[in-house]
């Protein structure tokens, strides 16, 4: 005698005949790939060691001047000041009294700085000379790039940093700028810092 047609998915046409359906065990992930070792959740002690260090702290104090003469260049500003070929600027950063002490700060001041977008003259024709306090600090070639992209926002400004020789209450910064280049040529502040901390 035949068995009765079955269709799929295998359910007897007879409502008097079950079928069962086949058991398939599951195996754990790791059985069925053969995995034997486990990594621990927490590594042994020494294994490999921190390395680590606890100096004491130091104080720093730093003044922040940004610089908003020109809107286009400065990076994240956009701002900026410039000083063309033959300009003079001079600012100032006046300090409460009670950060200033005498013979115990080192003080120095940063100037973060770039060329013009110019590219076509030569880097070697800017110059400056910078005074802090009535002291030069520079003169002579900046060791600057011209400003890249041109035209936009000048990603390649570099810090230009100078020890402050006699710290004082009111601190004045005067550039000149004495490049050889054309009188549209330029030289480009972001900002300036006045740092200090203790000797």
Not at 146 to 154: I, T
């Amino acid at each position: 005698m035949l068995l009765p047609y079955i269709r799929y998915p295998f359910v007897s046409q007879q409502p008097d005949l079950i079928q069962e359906q086949p058991y398939y065990p599951v195996q754990p992930q790791y059985e069925a790939y053969g995995y034997t070792d486990f990594y621990p959740v927490t590594r042994q002690p020494g294994d490999p060691p921190p390395v680590l260090s606890n100096n004491p702290a130091t104080t720093s104090i730093v003044l922040f001047k940004q610089l908003t003469g020109y809107p286009n260049y400065g990076n994240p500003s956009r701002n900026a000041d410039i000083l063309y070929t033959g300009n003079r600027g001079t600012w100032t950063f006046d300090s409460p009294a009670f950060l200033i002490v005498p013979g115990n700060q080192r003080a120095q001041i940063v100037i973060r700085s770039v060329l013009d977008d110019h590219s076509a003259v030569p880097v070697n024709r800017y110059s400056a000379r910078i005074t802090i306090n009535g002291s030069v600090v520079h003169t002579g070639p900046v060791p600057l790039q011209h400003g890249v992209p041109a035209g936009g926002m000048f990603d390649n400004w570099r810090d230009l940093t100078f020890n402050v020789p006699n710290l004082r209450r009111n601190n004045r910064v005067t550039i000149e700028n004495t490049s050889t280049a054309g009188p549209s040529d330029w030289i480009a502040f972001d900002w300036m810092e006045l740092r200090l901390s203790p000797r």
